[in-house]
């Protein structure tokens, strides 16, 4: 076999005698023959719902890895085998890269392949069934965009399928260009928008809308407008992009929220567009301090807390700002105290302590206490607890929220223009007023606004997984992944003294940018190309 498409084709060959397409059938429709599952409106939705099960799992995608303590946001205490250090110790290789999904996302397509060629011949028995037959479609052409979009963001040109393989077909697929993806991509979104209701009701939650087919259209075409794709910086895919984070705008459904710390705790509110179904409960315990019996797994660096800018909109290195190295936690964004547990901040009640030697204190050891000088607070119910009483809190990750719209339009748009514009200060302003801070200086040249829609990204969606990917559309992995930093803090009697520390060097390439195409599917497709560096 030249070409790995998934598993299904590996099972069937070396352990099945049966009939081979049979075989798929029941592999796929949860032992249900295909005439049982797309002749039975009911049994076909439940085969829908299954492929949702699919979406990506940005809360921990493997062991103790996350986004954030693989990106210059975090740092994770421990060392798993594959953990965040393969994406900070210059370790990722085309055999070695614990997060690859290149075969799961190819699966999940196919199972969207197969719907999609069946969806017309679903019989219905009333209007319900008519209207959610049509509904389903629309929510297939999403998920089909949406596992391909993953798969661009870190593969870059990937081999488009539009339909169910069988073994007697020529598996030797190349990659398409980039063009062909995004147009692939967005001809889905561009067919599921019609067909998706604006909002659902309350027994459709996180089901895919017109809006969030729209905002994974708006996402694509700013994947493929930043420097990675667009070496050349043509302006027209900026504008593109721009336009389509405009069309979510104008919907005029959704608007920011300003509750920052409820993010990620409630199944309703304005600012959502796109939301898993699943309570990741298991959260608690990997995120609480250790003293609260969790296992800390994300520890902020000082990198990030230093890009939290003053409550008066200055950032801690411009003079006026009011920065006191001598008391540094006092007078920042307000995000910054519902992102990050401090020395001194209160949690549960109780009063954090991270200097040397108090309860949560630093330390350079392998284990939940902290090696930076700070816990997470944001993405963790407070509500929630390990023990002595166990509670669960509610924990839904957010695939969408309009506050990334706003951003996303301020990017592209800034980008799209000479210098930038009122509107594109109107839609950073958005996202920075709803929480206390104030507009941005409204004489801010091209360069400079484009660096500050890039903290605002930083700090707007930290924890959120957008950091990680951010710096490699952009390009600037081996400008703020080397050094990881932290914060010593001693304590003598009452007096705190504050010192930053290398907490690691790590290495980052280039190269980084793209995930390598997993090395079996090199040895199987003589079509398939190695991404840059990795040969």
């Not at 870059?156 to 398409?176: A, E, K």
């Not at 936690?329 to 519902?338: A, E, I, M, S, W």
Request: glycine share 6%; hydrophobic share 40%.
């Amino acid at each position: 076999m030249k070409f790995s498409i998934n598993l299904y084709f590996i099972i069937a060959i070396l352990f099945c005698s049966c009939d081979f397409n049979g075989y798929l059938d029941k592999a796929e429709t949860g032992g249900l023959t295909e005439d049982e599952v797309f002749g039975d409106y009911i049994q076909t939705e439940r085969f829908l719902a299954n492929i949702y099960g699919d979406l990506a799992n940005d809360w921990m995608p493997a062991n103790s890895f996350t986004y954030a303590a693989a990106s210059d946001e975090a740092k994770c205490p421990v060392i798993y085998f594959n953990g965040p250090q393969v994406y900070t110790r210059g370790l990722l290789s085309p055999t070695y890269n614990p997060i690859d999904n290149w075969n799961a996302l190819y699966a999940s397509i196919r199972k969207v392949n197969r719907f999609i060629n069946k969806i017309d011949q679903i019989p219905t028995v009333n209007s319900v069934q008519r209207d959610g037959k049509v509904r389903m479609k629309g929510e297939a052409h999403f998920l089909r965009a949406y596992f391909y979009l993953e798969l661009f963001k870190r593969y870059g040109q990937v081999p488009l399928i539009d339909r169910v393989l069988q073994i007697s077909d020529d598996l030797s697929l190349p990659r398409n260009t980039v063009d062909e993806v995004v147009a692939f991509i967005v001809g889905d979104c561009e067919a599921a928008i019609p067909l998706l209701p604006v909002v659902h009701s309350s027994n459709n939650l996180g089901r895919a809308t017109k809006g969030a087919s729209l905002m994974l259209k708006a996402r694509t075409y700013l994947l493929a407008a930043s420097p990675l794709h667009n070496p050349t910086d043509d302006q027209s895919k900026w504008q593109m992009a721009a336009h389509a984070a405009k069309e979510i705008m104008d919907l005029n459904v959704y608007d920011v929220d300003a509750d920052y710390s409820g993010l990620f705790h409630k199944r309703s509110a304005k600012n959502l567009i796109f939301q898993s179904n699943f309570n990741n409960d298991g959260w608690v315990k990997n995120m609480f301090i250790p003293s609260m019996h969790g296992v800390a797994w994300i520890q902020p660096l000082q990198n990030l807390v230093d890009a939290y800018e003053m409550k008066n909109g200055l950032s801690i290195q411009e003079a006026g700002s009011g920065y006191d190295i001598n008391n540094p936690y006092v007078g920042r964004d307000p995000r910054f105290y519902l992102s990050i547990l401090y020395n001194g901040s209160t949690w549960k009640g109780e009063t954090v302590q991270t200097y040397v030697g108090g309860l949560d204190g630093l330390t350079s050891a392998e284990g939940s206490l902290t090696q930076t000088g700070y816990y997470l607070r944001k993405l963790i119910d407070e509500n929630a607890a390990v023990a002595p009483d166990y509670r669960a809190g509610d924990h839904y990750w957010i695939y969408m929220r309009y506050e990334d719209v706003l951003l996303m339009y301020a990017e592209a748009a800034n980008e799209a223009l000479a210098a930038p514009d009122d509107a594109t200060h109107a839609a950073i302003n958005r996202v920075r007023s709803r929480v206390g801070m104030p507009n941005l200086p409204p004489n801010l040249d091209k360069i400079q606004m484009r660096e500050r829609i890039r903290r605002e990204r930083q700090i707007e969606l930290a924890f959120e997984s957008s950091r990680f990917w951010d710096i490699r559309r952009w390009k600037i992995g081996e400008e703020v992944m080397p050094k990881a930093m932290g914060m010593r803090i001693l304590k003598n009697g009452a007096t705190y003294s504050y010192e930053p520390f290398l907490v690691e060097n790590r290495i980052y390439r280039n190269t980084y940018n793209l995930f390598p195409i997993p090395q079996p599917e090199i040895n199987k497709n003589e079509n398939m190309h190695q991404n840059v560096g990795y040969n």
